[in-house]
């Protein structure tokens, strides 16, 4: 077992060249974006799942593709963490134990941003789209509910629990409202043409956000990159 648990940062998405440039993909988007970053390359892992690591001088750190197609996500996360005999879910603590959430002004927009009181021996960051949210939109929490995001969902059935943060990229565009009935085709539509800059430029943005959280820590990046954009 490895003495110092890394960050885990999870980019959600299907495997193989169907699936590349569709909505539910852009999680797997922004790792690769991280790793050419970096100058590393994904290989295949130990499961269901390609990685990419390398040490940049601030601790260690994981890049990760899991290969289970979205709705089974947290069967590759789950099985890499066991891999490294780390514990998935928090040990049971009683309700007074946990401290109470520092109230957040609705203005600032990183609701959910600050860690809770558990720290665990590592703690995965889940990348992943977001219907709900406009094309451009990106939103860093600290924990929560999946939001109906069935790869969020599998990962926070794995591990038991939704205390983790997850970097939620929006994908709707802003002039068109899709019918709940089309959500599951429409995700796997491609961008259009006409998208595709905005694509390109949130993709960045969320790479630059997973750098902020590293940096500075989760709270700092979410006061940072919580906004809208037009």
Known sequence: MDTEAPLLVVGLGNPGSRYRDTRHNVGFLVVEELARRLGWTFTD???PWREASASDGRGPFVLLEPLTYMNLSGQAVAAWARGR??????????????????PVAPEADVEAATPSPWQPAWR???????LALPLGALRLRARG???GQ????????????DDFPRLRLGIAP??????????????LTPF??????????????????????????LEAAASRFNRRQA
Not at 91 to 101: C, G, Q, R, V
Not at 192 to 217: K, N, Q, W
């Open 150 to 161: 069935k790869g969020l969902a599998s990962v926070i059935d794995e591990l038991g629990h």
């Open 45 to 47: 892992g130990a499961g």
């Open 85 to 102: 005999g780390w514990p998935v879910a928090p040990p049971p603590l009683p309700e007074a134990s946990w401290a109470p959430e520092a």
């Open 192 to 217: 259009a043409a006409d998208e595709r800059p905005f694509v390109t430029d949130l993709v960045s943005r969320a790479a630059d956000a997973v750098d902020c959280c590293r940096e500075l820590g």
């Open 145 to 147: 509910s999946s939001g």
């Open 124 to 130: 995965p960051l889940v990348i992943c789209d977001d």
């Open 174 to 187: 802003p002039d068109l409202a899709i019918p709940a009935v089309e959500w599951p085709d429409f995700v």
